[in-house]
């Protein structure tokens, strides 16, 4: 039985663990927690999930001399992710990670092309991540591409409140999301465009109206892909409720707002919720064919729709790459995991079986 480390067992380390479990991996987590610690340990023995929680920090552990895993998998804070790959790295352990800062991300990618012996890949999860590879799979389908967009969202299912927001995740990845600036791919040309821009209106199903706008990091290396194909657009945007954008931009551009501040007030206006969807829209056309694919995960008694989509999503590839799928390769990107197309459906079918590609 192969075995993954698990890097965190916060909000979706346990999510990640139950994954992998499922997907014939012995689990070990590290979290320096104690607190966070007990409460995974506890929610996967709920759920029969016989893996190892050890209350250590990861970084004490190196070198690993004994055992090596066959996959670590970060679910730490974004800033501590180069430290931890470049470990993987000279330790020629497989290494993945969820991402969340585009620079970090691009730092990991240098460095694993530079001196990696085993794969390495970042950005994983939802958006980057498991919809990137979605895209990729449309792409392989179709003759000829000419744009790629990308659309995906975290919504409650009982939205409330002027933002109709809840919050899944750290409200300091939001800030990035809506604060940094974002790369699209406009007439064949990579372009810099201010995020919470964009916003155009579209329907959904089950769901009703909604609004999609540029935020940052969610294209990852999929820009990079397109760009070298001759994709002419290719860009990543956001879902809300209608009027979200406004609001966010008026806290953000208007009043200032801090990271802390901003924090503070998505605690205050929305809070964190359980009872969430997922909204995933993949569009993709060429000359004489297009490829559309649209998908709605709703939460249920274990997990959030995020833990599904982000620690599930991120337990697929990782499934991947510590089998040694992709062991020719070292910075891994999304086309790659799309290459071994009939492991990752089989694999999402598994733990998503609402997106049925």
Not at 41 to 63: G, M, W, Y
Not at 141 to 153: A, M, P, W
């Amino acid at each position: 039985m192969p075995t993954a480390y698990i890097a965190g067992m916060g909000l979706q380390g346990p999510a990640i663990a139950y994954g992998l479990h499922k997907l014939g991996f012995k689990v070990i987590g590290m979290e320096a927690s104690a607190e966070n610690a007990k409460a995974s340990r506890e929610f996967l023995e709920k759920l029969k999930v016989p893996a190892i929680i050890i209350e250590k920090n990861i970084f004490d552990s190196f070198p690993l001399s004994e055992e090596k895993p066959d996959v670590l998998v970060s679910s730490l804070p974004f800033n501590l992710n180069y430290r931890l790959a470049c470990l993987c790295i000279e330790e020629g352990i497989r290494y993945c990670d969820l991402g969340g800062n585009v620079e970090i991300s691009k730092l990991i990618r240098k460095k694993a092309e530079e001196s990696a012996k085993a794969p390495v890949m970042t950005d994983l999860g939802l958006a980057p991540g498991i919809a990137n590879i979605i895209a990729e799979i449309g792409y392989s389908e179709l003759e000829s591409c000419s744009f790629v967009k990308i659309r995906v969202g975290g919504l409650p299912v009982n939205p409330k409140g002027s933002l109709k927001y809840g919050m899944t995740f750290s409200p300091q990845g939001l800030y990035n999301e809506y604060k940094e600036e974002c790369l699209i791919l406009e007439e064949g040309k990579a372009k810099v465009v201010e995020p919470l821009t964009g916003v155009e209106n579209l329907h959904f199903d089950g769901v009703g109206e909604l609004e999609a706008f540029y935020t940052s990091g969610g294209i990852s290396n999929t820009l990079d892909s397109m760009l070298a194909r001759g994709v002419k657009e290719c860009w990543y945007k956001t879902l809300r409720f209608p009027g979200h954008s406004a609001l966010i931009r008026f806290l953000l551009f208007e009043c200032g707002l801090s990271i802390e501040a901003f924090s503070e007030a998505m605690k205050n206006a929305c809070g964190f919720i359980k009872e969430d969807q997922v909204l995933i829209d993949i569009e993709l056309a060429g000359e004489n064919s297009q490829w559309r694919r649209r998908f709605r995960i709703l939460h249920d008694e274990n997990f959030t729709a995020m833990q599904k989509t982000t620690g599930f999503g991120a337990a697929i590839v990782a499934a991947i790459i510590g089998e040694g799928k992709v062991d020719s390769l070292r910075a891994v990107n999304y086309a790659h995991i799309a290459g071994v197309g009939n492991e990752f459906k089989s694999y999402l079918s598994q733990l998503i079986p609402e997106i049925t590609l």
